[in-house]
């Protein structure tokens, strides 16, 4: 059964690969590290622990994906994938025209769209007004540090080496 899911999935053309791959360690990226800050809004939101247990997540959560602890049968495969390095300039010459477009039609269709049909403006479900500053500087800080470790965990096993 191993052998044929692993034949389903080198069967599968790299592109989908690394869009799946990319997409699971995103969400699990992104929920675990999510969990103190969701945890400080609700235990004790007086005191700003969020965004120190939140890099304390982010610093398990990197060096897990980069070869770092249990189970030792994956310990190598996990450090022969991780990408630690940046990519090259070549990638980021690609890369950086595909990314300003695809935001210039973000925003493009954000603001074509409630002409369109009736569509409600983005908003945040927690209401950040009750907690103290502190905190909701610890929550900001802690998003944005999800953002960019959770981002960047990448597998360079799942694209073609430039």
């Given amino acids: 059964m191993r052998s044929q899911i692993k034949a389903a999935w080198d069967w599968l053309p790299v592109i989908v690969r690394a869009i799946v791959l ?13 969990l103190p800050l969701l945890g400080n809004l609700k235990f004790h939101p007086e005191i700003p622990w969020a965004f120190p247990m ?8 990197g060096a897990y994906f980069s070869g770092w602890g249990p189970p030792a049968g994956t310990r190598d495969v996990r450090k022969r994938l991780a990408r630690s390095s940046l990519p090259s300039a070549r990638i980021w010459r690609a890369a950086i025209p595909a990314m ?7 925003v493009a269709l954000r603001l074509l769209l409630p ?8 908003s945040v479900s927690i209401s950040l007004s009750s907690y103290p500053l502190p905190t909701i500087i610890g929550a900001l800080l802690s998003i944005a ?10 597998v360079k096993g799942v694209s073609p080496h430039y």
């Fill in 145 to 154: 540090a999800i953002a960019a470790v959770a981002v960047k965990v990448k």
């Fill in 54 to 61: 939140t890099v304390a997540v982010l610093a398990v959560y």
């Fill in 115 to 122: 002409s369109l049909m009736s569509v409600r403006a983005p």
């Fill in 100 to 106: 300003v477009s695809g935001i210039i039609a973000l």
């Fill in 22 to 34: 990319g997409w699971v360690l995103l969400m699990i990226g992104s929920t675990i590290t999510f």
